[in-house]
């Protein structure tokens, strides 16, 4: 047993500063003063796309305003129109549902096992009820992506993957993202590369990467992109497409650009703290860590594990205990939604019916961000606070 009395003293929400390389590229674009992606023949955002493309194995990539954007525009790239059914995660955070009602349609939501992944059971169920399936690898966490491409298949469902948890993760090799129709990545501050804001979109498909391009506020100046699908397919698009603004700009993209050479070395080093916490955290009573399956390769940017079947009053003891000695856990059992967690039944703009083998879950379900600012040692103390509370309540129970 470790001392009561430690305490962790760093900041949950502290990102590594951005690389040196990525400020003088930043100062470069301000020098010149052409921010805009248009503003130069093949500049940064440009760059980036072919790269991202290369990095991916896609045949196009497309540089956006947001990870949210991203969804967006694939959702009415390949064709989803107001009214339309969308399938997706009840367990995933806010802007999934919210792409898909900003497109005018439906979100049908798709239970969470215990292994924090979508529930292919439920999902087989419900293929029938749409054209679509917005998956949200929601906390990097990847389902059997084997099975849910046979599911997806047989019922005919193109998917777009919602890969801001998963950038740099893969499923048996194959990189994540690439299993769909479209891929969809964010680069907003909590994620694997961070611009501040800002989204990336992948797709082999010459006609979504047109729509998707010309969505995002192209003009008629598509050509200049990074990757370009044949002037076919804009023939195909460009009048019937309408402009939606949400293009990347040269000053994100040139510090993303940096950031993307150095993003396995950064995965490496948020899996080290990943397995630091989870080994301090293994068979702790009443605590179930989450099992990553073998065909998995995540990037552990964050950590869950379950208190299942706990009276809310004592989980919420558990956050109060942890939180006091500097540990910030996100519970997604809670009543109303705080801070980035959410409910699928917090979404009163989409109503959904009770999934109570999902709400057994999303009741249990602990959440902690594990920024690179942390320390292995960092995550060790992490561990034992996490391990010293949760026992401590759980004994409380057990009298
Ligand atoms: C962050 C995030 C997104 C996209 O977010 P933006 O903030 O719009 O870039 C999408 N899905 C999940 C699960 C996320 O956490």
């Known amino acids: 047993m470790s001392g009561a009395s430690e ?6 929400t502290q990102q590594e500063p951005i690389p040196e390389e990525a400020i003088e590229a ?19 955002v440009a760059a980036l796309e072919r790269e991202f ?18 969804m967006g525009a694939a959702l009415r790239a390949v064709g989803v129109k107001p ?15 919210g792409a898909i009602a900003g497109v005018g349609a439906v979100p049908i939501f798709v239970g969470v096992t215990e292994g924090l992944t979508i529930d292919l059971d439920d999902l087989e169920a419900k293929a029938g009820e749409a054209r679509v399936l917005l998956l949200s690898h929601m906390r990097g966490h990847l389902a059997d992506m084997d099975r849910l491409m046979q599911i997806c298949d047989a019922a005919d469902l193109a998917i777009i993957e919602d890969c801001a948890h998963t950038m740099g993760a893969a499923w048996r090799g194959r990189m994540s993202g690439r299993d769909g129709l479209v891929g969809c990545y964010s680069v907003q501050t909590y994620k694997h590369m961070n611009a501040g804001e800002g989204g990336l979109l992948v797709t082999d498909d010459d006609d979504v990467a047109a729509r998707a391009i010309l969505l995002s506020g192209s003009y008629m100046l598509y050509a200049r992109h990074g990757t370009v699908p044949p002037e076919a397919a804009f023939e ?33 080093a948020w899996n080290a703290r990943y397995r630091t916490v989870e080994e301090g955290l293994q068979n702790t009573p009443g605590l179930t860590v989450i099992n990553r ?18 009276p809310g009053a004592k989980v919420g003891e558990v956050l109060t205990r942890c939180a006091a000695r500097g540990v910030q856990l996100k519970w997604f059992g809670g009543a109303e939604p705080e801070g980035f967690t959410s409910r699928y039944d917090s979404w009163h703009y989409a109503p959904s019916e009770r999934m109570p ?27 034992r606070i996490i391990r010293a509370e949760v026992g401590a309540v759980w004994q409380s129970m057990d009298s």
């Open 26 to 44: 930043a100062i470069a674009v301000m020098r010149s003063g052409r921010l805009h992606r248009y503003n130069t023949d093949d500049g940064e």
């Open 7 to 12: 305490r962790f003293g760093g900041s949950f």
């Open 293 to 310: 399956p073998v065909g998995e390769t995540y990037v552990g940017s964050s950590i869950q594990f379950l208190l299942l079947d706990w």
């Open 53 to 70: 493309a290369a990095y991916t194995g896609a045949k196009y990539a497309l540089a956006v305003a947001s990870g949210g954007y991203a």
């Open 357 to 383: 083998a999902s709400d057994r879950v999303l009741r249990g379900t602990i959440d902690m961000r594990l920024p690179l600012t942390f320390s292995l040692d960092d995550c060790a103390l992490i561990a």
């Open 83 to 97: 009214g339309d059914k969308v399938l997706t995660n009840a367990f995933t955070l806010a802007p999934v549902p």
């Open 236 to 268: 195909r698009a460009k009048f019937v497409t309408p402009n939606v603004s949400g293009r990347m700009d040269n000053l994100r993209a040139a510090i993303l650009r940096p950031q993307l050479r150095r993003l396995e070395s950064q995965c490496e």
